[in-house]
DNA sequence: ATAGTCGGAATGAATATTCATTCCGCTATA
DNA sequence: TATAGCGGAATGAATATTCATTCCGACTAT
């Protein structure tokens, strides 16, 4: 047993909507995979509309600060502020994929309330700030940012779907390659 | 009044499809879209089903046709195939942005037949051949073939989501520079 | 007229949500 | 220490709603 259901809460739908998207999970689903009552989960959450929008600013704010935490500002050294978010961002997929998946797939959905849209553009205004200044400093080519976040961000999230279907095998050896292959993507060649 | 109501009740599921997932859509949203009566649609479809997998694999087959038409292997010249690949890509979006969103968000749905799954997968083996091709003349980096798709293909698909909420606006110049950034991000340096 | 097509109300299954009841742990009292 | 009483948490059956699918009367073209 464990001590709080809120979590087990959380953790179920974090799975189920990751992998079956909002529409496609069933309240009672999350109950059988969380242990709990169905009328359990409406101790905890007003609707299943409040649960996604809880359990989606749970997500951005944990891959926030993971990659917020440490963060190289001091020398601004663009290049090396590139590999710390992608050193992070494989941390976090690594250790929360569904999270990252959760994220991806739910970002923009319709029955995100202010709140969570708000959290998740400003995640991507710390990246577009990065950018910014990339391109200041004549490392970063000189494209609209969003459209860099979305080569960069595109290509990392659609590798992990792929890696999680088990066509590709997560090795060092490729996340570097990865890496690279996106710093050279949105480098100044 | 168009003459057929099926290429109706199929554009009218895309659009849904592409915007509010499969299990967003209802079917007498579809009818309603369309504008035929909801039990029109089993005149067409056996059932939901059966229509997402009809228009799965029509769109896969027009992606797939729009993108070998033509297609340079005489040469072999890589930098001219991928140019011709993604020219040929922004021409699908462009024309059919549900179409290319909707098989982008559905490849991999657990409601799609083997012949959906069969035929996405011959489309993204011919993808792999070619970069196979290009590894082995040394002009495309030696990472595995599937993740050189999922990087190029992640960051062209989220940038035409990104272009569809309006916050990117789609100039010949930015596509020229999103064609250059992918070519980059996968080439030998 | 009639065969074929259509629309949309009707149906029943599935789903979100509610609520009467049970359960559990704590405290006050003897 | 033993126990009865209390209050909040949990439950899952019951309810209300939504949805995929069916069905049949109306319509159309021949």
């Not at 990751?18 to 009672?28: K, N, S, W, Y």
């Not at 242990?35 to 409406?42: E, F, H, L, R």
């Not at 007003?46 to 020398?75: H, R, W, Y």
């Not at 991806?104 to 319709?110: I, K, N, P, T, W």
Request: include cysteine; charge should be positive.
């Amino acid at each position: 047993m464990t001590k709080n259901k809120q979590e087990d809460i959380l953790d179920a739908a974090l799975l189920l909507f990751a992998t079956r998207g909002f529409d496609g999970t069933t309240v009672p689903m999350i109950a059988e995979r969380a242990k709990v009552g169905a009328g359990t989960i409406y101790r905890y959450f007003e609707n299943k509309e409040s649960l996604v929008n809880a359990l989606f600013q749970k997500c951005v704010m944990e891959l926030s600060e993971t990659i917020k935490k440490d963060f190289p500002i001091s020398n601004g050294d663009i290049r090396e502020q590139f590999r710390h978010i992608f050193k992070r961002m494989f941390n976090f997929a690594k250790k929360d994929i569904n999270g990252l998946l959760f994220v991806d797939s739910h970002s923009g959905a319709r029955y995100l309330n202010d709140q969570s849209k708000k959290l998740f553009a400003d995640f991507l205004d710390f990246l577009r700030i990065l950018l910014e200044n990339g391109k200041k400093q004549g490392m970063i080519c000189q494209l609209p940012s969003e459209a860099l976040i979305s080569i960069v961000y595109g290509a990392f999230v659609r590798l992990y779907k792929v890696i999680q279907t088990g066509v590709l095998e997560e090795t060092p050896e490729l996340l570097k390659g990865v890496e690279e292959c996106c710093w050279n993507a949105i480098r100044v060649h």
